[in-house]
């Protein structure tokens, strides 16, 4: 490029590059990317070439103003670029401190609803006035045992989601069947399911899948208390499943409201909880089932459903199950 742009124009090169060198690194490399770049320039490009002496005056300005204004300018994309890091890091501890104000809000009125319920139901058992009769037992029993099964699921969400971010959670798949993986999911919620109509549908031929067993059924644990928290009662919230385009699909529907377009495309995020919902809930179930349905290789995704309420689609990879045993001829046993 010499015959075309002449040996001073370099210098606008070998500037960029100290900038470039700023821009990306500290004071020191600045100082000696200022330095070689002027050594460079005055030994290959400058005349005489190939030796130090510079037989022009106004040569020797242009070399000290290069190297000072080099410097200058190195030093002050470095001092800028400190200063937005500075300011990232910041806007990072604000929106962590945002993030932790967010999360104590949620939890502390999760806790304090199962912990009022447990200390009620616990008063009165100590209370001599309390009816000593069997309906009375069973309907604090009962009202024990939904605050504990709620205080655990905030508990477990809560430890779920600080594995998830700190990046510690692992997978341990085997080869489960989807009918039992759906029948314990729906034990497990007994009584918070007691006031909706059930109807479960899956294919007969679907194949086992690889699942982490512990977490599949907390992601469908989540779903199922979601749709019960948004449906009226005496609505019917439908689960049915098959194998299709090579994966098997979740899908569980309900009557209720619907979600808005907005928080269709919000509803997975932490914290998240759509507008106008009953208190109730620290936002972390769905963010933490799409979190771990994708650590097994699948998606999910929320839609409406056209005649109203919500379906959740959990789509999830079929691998090739290993085949079962082979049952022995009992003649051919030995002892």
């Not at 059930?198 to 208390?225: C, F, G, T």
């Not at 928080?263 to 769905?286: H, N």
């Amino acid at each position: 490029m010499m015959p075309f742009i002449g040996y001073r124009a370099v210098g606008f090169i070998f500037l960029i590059g100290v900038l470039v060198v700023g821009s990306v690194s500290t004071i020191g490399p600045v100082l000696f990317a200022a330095f070689v770049s002027v050594i460079a320039w005055n030994l290959f490009f400058i005349p005489p070439l190939y030796t130090f002496v510079i037989s022009n005056p106004d040569d020797v300005i242009l070399c000290v103003t290069y190297f000072v204004a080099a410097i200058i300018t190195g030093l002050l994309t470095t001092k800028i670029r400190d200063r937005e890091e500075r300011l990232r890091h910041a806007e990072m501890l604000k929106e962590s401190e945002k993030l932790h104000q967010t999360l104590l809000n949620s939890i502390s009125h999760e806790l304090r609803t199962p912990l009022t319920a447990i200390i009620g139901s616990a008063t009165a058992l100590g209370d001599e006035q309390t009816p000593d009769t069997k309906e009375f037992r069973q309907a604090l029993a009962a009202e024990l045992t939904l605050a504990a099964d709620r205080l655990n699921r905030v508990i477990e969400n809560l430890l779920d989601m600080s594995r998830l971010n700190s990046g510690v959670m692992s997978l341990r798949k085997e080869w489960h069947d989807l009918h039992d993986l759906i029948g314990v999911a729906l034990r497990r919620l007994g009584k918070n399911l007691d006031h909706f109509s059930i109807d479960v549908d899956i294919a007969s031929n679907l194949p086992l899948i690889e699942i982490d067993y512990r977490l599949m059924e907390h992601v469908l644990s989540n779903i199922l208390i979601n749709a019960a928290q948004y449906s009226p009662r005496g609505t019917k919230i439908n689960i049915s499943s098959a194998a299709k385009y090579g994966k098997a699909v979740i899908v569980i529907e309900d009557q209720g409201p619907g979600i808005s377009e907005e928080s269709l495309t919000k509803i997975f995020e932490k914290f998240y909880r759509i507008p106008g919902t009953p208190t109730g809930g620290t936002g972390l179930g769905l963010s933490i089932a799409k979190s771990i349905v994708e650590l097994h290789g699948g998606t999910i995704e929320a839609e409406n459903k056209s005649d109203g309420g919500a379906r959740f689609n959990i789509l999830l990879p079929l691998g090739i199950a290993p085949e079962a045993p082979k049952e022995k001829d009992a003649a051919s046993i030995s002892y």
